[in-house]
């Protein structure tokens, strides 16, 4: 958890150094000027522990997974906006043998619905905070195939750096940590993300 | 401006990580205790041992006062006994083991405090002068003439003993009338760190130790019929490990939790059988309260239920097992049971519940007060009347003292026991 922490905060402060352009935006440009921006991103997320499988059985645990989100976001004429955020993503899966050598499958994957919160550090830099449900769901093949949900509360962490293609168009990258209250630890995921602002007023 | 926000960003990474508490009982190897000279004693030294003693040195962290009881925990032909000390002060207790040495007992074991992540070592003697030798003879204790006087050390986590503790004999254990100390979930909750998971075969083997007399254990069925104890709807890292399987219990097959599902403290979850084996053959326990969190038909219960009380009475154990009734549901499909005024039964419902079905028990919740007129019809009715969950030293005194209960359900059994021993 720490090594993450040392991470993020790294990442963080080495992004606040770079250089500032023209072109998209998450910092208000004039007064009286509102819109809508959609990020659309996918990446690789690692799962923070090992701990996920039982340590009794032979197994092999996958930390590495896919994780994709939708992001919709108010961007009104001041620093701080408001938006919702899901997606699909998969906290870790791993296969196993039992004491029989009988083998199985278990995933533990989450659709998440946040209400988020962020703001633009400087014209490219963005941090995001949310807070919401993660629709959790684990899917076991051993003996049989059970798919069983949950509802957690969870919470989630982000930073990106977004390079302007246009005015209205954006294309960035996100580091973000994303947590389930039920999973215990969270992921921490790499994204490539593409940002639009397709509605202004 | 941005500074501070950076520190203040920073600050939350690096100080948001839960803490963690464990309890890590003390290595209790006294050399003199497990030397070859230090024999086990016989059944009615135990039995002398019993009573009330006066804290001389050691009540400024125990309090004034303590209950000892022996209990037992059989394995096949091995039987282990243990002396449990219920002391007054923040719900601590000894768990000792006996020896004689000449003339002299040994007593070895740790102190825990419930309310906190405190424990130590306890040695304790009673000298061949101060009662050993009257203990270990075959002639009667009298308690106005004779009398016990136990000494000792006891340490703080794993240091060596050095803090000195004396108990002297003031009394038997009241026992005046038939009381049930019911421990929660098999004996305790796993969020106490106790030695064991709640409702484990293990927790149950400990129950006795911790002062309970019966235990309260939650019963659910698997996804393909098996009835498991669980006290939880769904599986989460509170009462199991980490596995990556959440939601419902009843989702999931016997053979699949039994395979990928520890406890906290590494247990497999117990089927109902394997916990009712566990306490007719390997614990003194009296009473089971079989807490019903079943939907749908409860006929399995019923034949379960009858086949334990059988094996008991096989053996002569005296052991009452009931079947819990906590909700409208639970009710409804008792009533659809063939005979079921005939079927030993716990109602948590409204007291017409209980007469509607002939309960044995009926089971308030304590923050109903103390029903003084209730329970004293209930007795007249001849049923009894324990109330739950009462954690609170204070409360129990209290529910002990006014009170008219026929038992009181604790996550704390050790709390009651104390209250119940010592009460004139």
């Known amino acids: 958890m720490y090594r993450l922490k040392y991470c993020l905060v790294f990442l963080f402060i ?34 923070l522990s090992n701990r996920g499988a039982p340590d009794y059985l032979e197994r092999k645990i996958s930390n590495l997974s896919h994780v994709s989100n939708i992001r919709i ?77 949950k509802l957690s509360i969870g919470w989630m962490a982000a930073g990106s750096y977004i390079h302007p293609l246009s005015e209205n168009v954006g294309l960035g990258t996100e580091v973000k940590w994303m947590e389930a209250a039920e999973t215990n630890n969270g992921i921490v995921s790499l994204q490539l993300q593409l940002v639009w602002k397709f509605l202004k007023w | 401006m941005k500074q501070v926000l950076y520190i203040l960003c920073c600050c939350l990474f690096f100080f948001s990580c839960r803490r963690e508490f464990t309890v890590t009982l003390p290595d209790t190897n006294w050399d003199i205790f497990n030397s070859a000279s230090a024999k086990p004693f016989a059944g009615f030294t ?17 309090g004034p006062s303590t209950a000892a009881k022996w209990s037992y925990t059989a394995n096949g032909l091995d039987t282990v006994y243990h002396l449990s000390f219920f002391l007054e002060r923040a719900s601590a207790y000894f768990i000792c083991e006996g020896r004689q040495l000449d003339s002299a007992i040994l007593l070895n074991g740790y102190w825990r ?15 061949k002068g ?20 136990i000494t000792g050390v006891y340490s703080n986590g794993d240091n060596n003993p050095d803090l000195p503790i004396r108990m002297r004999y003031i009394k038997p254990l009241n026992k005046a009338k038939p009381f049930q100390i019911l421990a929660h979930r098999g004996g305790g909750r796993s969020a106490d760190l106790l030695p064991a998971s709640e409702n484990s075969v293990e927790m149950i083997r400990l129950a006795s130790q911790f002062g309970a007399t019966g235990i309260e254990i939650d019963v659910r069925l698997t996804k393909d019929g098996v009835p498991i104890l669980f006290h939880d709807a769904t599986l989460n890292e509170r009462v199991s490990q980490q596995n ?63 086949e334990y009380l059988a094996k008991a009475a096989a053996i002569n154990r005296n052991v009452e097992i009931v079947i819990g009734i906590p909700d409208e549901e639970v009710l409804k499909n008792f009533k659809l049971l063939a005979n079921y ?58 529910y002990m003292r006014k009170g008219n209960f026929n038992g009181i359900l604790s996550n704390y059994p050790s709390i009651v026991a104390y209250y119940y021993y010592v009460s004139p």
Do not use: C
């Open chain 1, 73 to 149: 976001m108010w961007h009104p004429d001041h620093l701080l906006k408001v938006g919702l955020e899901t997606g699909h993503m998969t906290f870790y899966s791993y296969r196993f043998k039992d004491s029989t050598g009988l083998s199985g499958k278990a995933k533990l994957y989450a659709i998440p619905v946040l209400i988020e919160w962020t703001m633009a550090v400087t014209k490219r830099l963005n941090l995001f905070a949310g807070s919401g449900v993660y629709f959790l769901r684990t899917t076991l093949d051993y003996q049989g195939r059970t798919v069983s949900p």
């Open chain 2, 130 to 149: 101060s009662g050993g030798k009257q203990l270990l003879s075959t002639s009667s204790f009298n308690p106005l003439t004779d009398s016990i006087v």
């Open chain 2, 46 to 62: 135990r039995s002398k041992m019993e009573g009330v003693y006066t804290l001389e040195a050691g009540s400024q962290d125990f």
């Open chain 2, 113 to 127: 405090r419930m309310t906190t992540t405190e424990t130590g070592k306890v040695r304790l003697t009673i000298a």
């Open chain 2, 244 to 306: 990556g399987l959440l939601g419902p219990i009843e989702n999931y097959t016997y053979a699949q939790l039994s395979t990928l599902v520890r406890l906290p403290n590494g247990e497999r979850i117990p089927t109902l059988q394997q916990a009712l084996q566990t306490v007719i053959y390997n614990t003194p326990l009296q009473f089971v309260w079989m807490d019903t969190k079943v939907h749908g038909s409860l006929e399995f219960l019923r034949n379960i239920h009858a």
């Open chain 1, 14 to 47: 080495s992004f606040t150094s770079f250089g500032q352009d023209e072109g998209f935006s998450s910092q208000p440009q004039k007064r009286g000027e509102y819109g809508w921006v959609l990020y659309v991103s996918g990446g690789a997320g690692y799962y």
């Open chain 2, 341 to 398: 005024q005939t079927i030993p039964s716990l109602v948590e419902l409204k007291a017409q519940d209980v007469r509607d079905i002939n309960a044995k028990v009926w089971a308030p919740q304590w923050t109903l007060g103390l029903q003084d007129q209730e329970t004293s019809l209930m007795a007249s009715e001849g049923r009894r009347v324990f109330t739950w969950t009462l954690d609170v030293a204070e409360n129990v005194e209290e």
